[in-house]
């Protein structure tokens, strides 16, 4: 394998080289013969009648990256919120210097948790383990008055229509519905809820699929909705044979809340580092969250009563609560508040340190669209003018330095006139 960048794996194979025709979503239906009008698609769209609305299976064979792409949805829905699909699936990873290629990481069997990732070299923090495209992405909301046995057809066409159907047929499955087909038990056991305009899908990606959840992460994943990728950043430095893991449940929850969840939405029982540690470790662990919890309310009311002091005693207190546990990524709007406080306090060096964290979030993980673009120009606007401000801070207390060791001698020679003249 080569060690230099490869681009195919950045930016995949397959580009549509026509532009994506938005009408290939709405009008063609189950109807057209033709393939010219399925473009982006390389399948005609597979449709059930629905009360309403058909429901769709729209496939790209071939892009992203040789494995191709399903997406099942009312024309309706593809044609208001997956206008995304306008952009080429295949673009660049937004920051090629910040991804390992080829892959740190190795599958393994985990004791107790199937398979699992397991890093092959030091991973630094920040930067991206895995760029992964979706292989399928289907609406969370599904027809009430469509049959069982329908939906199974859709996504079994949706898998068997990608390039590479095996990659997302070999994944692990858990079996834990009785009357479940192979494929719904694979979507239930490896998918993730992911946000695309707004709306709720579930979306399959083949390679994300083998990473583990743990509590306390070392690595986290961010969606793109332009290229429909999931990315793994580190979120500290990994050492050569630590398993990398991600985390599957919400920020903040207890322990407890975890476990229900876990078991609820994705049917295991966590075997994670901190699921196992002992009733002392995961008690500690739960009162530091609950403490987080309880300054994400108190922070923004005393910042809003103008008590400055007692506000970032807080948040310092909490950020290391958080480092702490892991929860780092999840935490990132909060950096806004010690922010905008120490600047009202005068502390620049400490409001320049936080801006610099809010700016890391917006743009270290490529959020994409309009309000992330407007938020990055607005804090690299306010990063300019607290580096001049610091500056000119520091010059003037030169300049008084200067003048108080002035003022210093003249007071020692005035002394000193006096003297002699006594
Ligand atoms: C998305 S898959 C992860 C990869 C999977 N271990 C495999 O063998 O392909 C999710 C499944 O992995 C297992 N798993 C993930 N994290 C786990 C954990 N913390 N404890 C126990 N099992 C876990 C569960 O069986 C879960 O249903």
Known sequence: TSELPDDDELCGRGLPTTPFDRTALTTIGPYSYDPSAWSPWTHRPYCIEANEEPWCVYTNAASPKGHGISIITTPEIAGSTLNILEHPFDQKFFAPEKIYLPRPYKVVDIPGKGKGVVATQKIEKGKAILVDHASIIAAAEYPADVMREEVQDLLATAVNRLG??????????????????????????????????????IALFADLSRFNHDCKPNA????????????????????????????????????????????????????????????????????????????????????????????????????????????????????EYPARMYYQIGNLEKALEYTLKVKREIDGFGVPGKYGQEKLRAMEGIIRRLEKEIVEKKEREEQFKKQAKLKGKYGKAQRMVINISQ
């Open 164 to 201: 590479e159907p095996e990659k997302v047929l070999r994944l692990s499955r858990k079996g834990r519905d009785e009357g479940a087909t192979e494929i719904e038990d694979l979507l239930l056991t490896n998918s993730f809820t992911v946000g695309i305009q707004g709306k709720e899908f």
């Open 220 to 335: 986290f994943i961010y969606f793109s909705e332009t290229t429909l990728a999931m990315t793994v950043w580190a979120s500290r430095d990994i050492e050569p044979g630590e398993e990398i893991s991600i985390t599957y449940s919400a920020a903040g929850l207890s322990s407890k809340e975890r476990r229900e969840t876990l078991e609820k939405v994705w049917g295991f029982k966590c075997q994670c580092s901190l699921c196992t540690s002992s009733p002392e470790v995961i008690k500690e662990s739960d009162d530091n969250r609950a403490q987080i919890r309880a300054y994400q309310g108190s922070i923004p009311n005393l910042a809003q009563e103008g008590k400055f002091e007692e506000a970032l005693k807080q948040a310092e207190h909490m950020f290391e609560l958080v480092d702490e546990e892991a929860l780092t990524d999840q935490m990132s709007d909060m950096y």
